[in-house]
């Protein structure tokens, strides 16, 4: 308490300048996993739409389901355009772009990719939007000269994903 009115006297005699900041703290730990979870839950989700959408009649918990189905594509759509972004605009620098220089054309149809999957209840879109997370994390491994290989994923909704093969331990 008397640091606080310390501090407020203070600003009245001398102004203490105002600053803001994002918490951008370099610590330089980026993964593209999180985007690549955030899209197979996606996909996940679409079909659990369509699962519920292939019922005749739907019950009123069924209708409760959906829409917490739907709440949650577009919270993982969102935190798709996140995790894409943090990596493009904090890690992906000059060095990355020269070897890269397709980054920013990816980036964007990501970004756009994401919003159609947003918008529609497609599974072919959200596998399409997979395809275009899965080039970025190739591309963000091979900056960090780590090799990549695909796999299928070992739950559902069981799609092909970049991983890379880093070395035991």
């Given at each position: 308490m008397f640091l606080h009115s310390l501090l407020t006297a203070t600003d009245k005699?001398?102004?203490?300048?105002?600053?803001s900041a994002h918490c951008d703290i370099p610590c330089k730990i980026y993964d593209p996993c999180s985007a690549q979870i955030a899209v197979l839950t996606m996909i996940r989700l679409v079909d659990l739409i369509e699962e519920l959408n292939a019922k005749e009649e739907k019950s009123l918990n069924d209708q409760a389901q959906l829409i917490r189905l739907t709440n949650e594509k577009e919270e993982?759509?969102?935190?798709?355009?996140?995790?894409?972004?943090?990596?493009?605009?904090?890690?992906?620098?000059?060095?990355?772009?020269?070897?890269?220089?397709?980054?920013?054309?990816?980036?964007?149809?990501?970004?756009?990719?994401?919003?159609?999957?947003?918008?529609?209840?497609?599974?072919?879109?959200?596998?399409?939007?997979?395809?275009?997370?899965?080039?970025f994390a190739e591309i963000f491994w091979s900056t960090k000269?780590?090799?990549?290989?695909?796999?299928?994923?070992?739950?559902?909704?069981?799609?092909?994903?970049?991983?890379?093969?880093?070395?035991?331990?």
């Open positions: 005699i001398i102004g203490i300048k105002t600053v993982h759509g969102a935190k798709v355009k996140d995790e894409i972004r943090i990596i493009w605009g904090d890690y992906i620098k000059q060095p990355q772009i020269e070897k890269h220089p397709n980054v920013h054309e990816l980036v964007h149809s990501i970004m756009l990719q994401t919003s159609k999957a947003k918008q529609h209840v497609d599974r072919a879109v959200t596998v399409k939007l997979l395809e275009l997370v899965n080039e000269g780590v090799p990549t290989f695909k796999a299928v994923c070992p739950y559902p909704p069981a799609e092909t994903v970049v991983y890379p093969k880093l070395d035991p331990v």
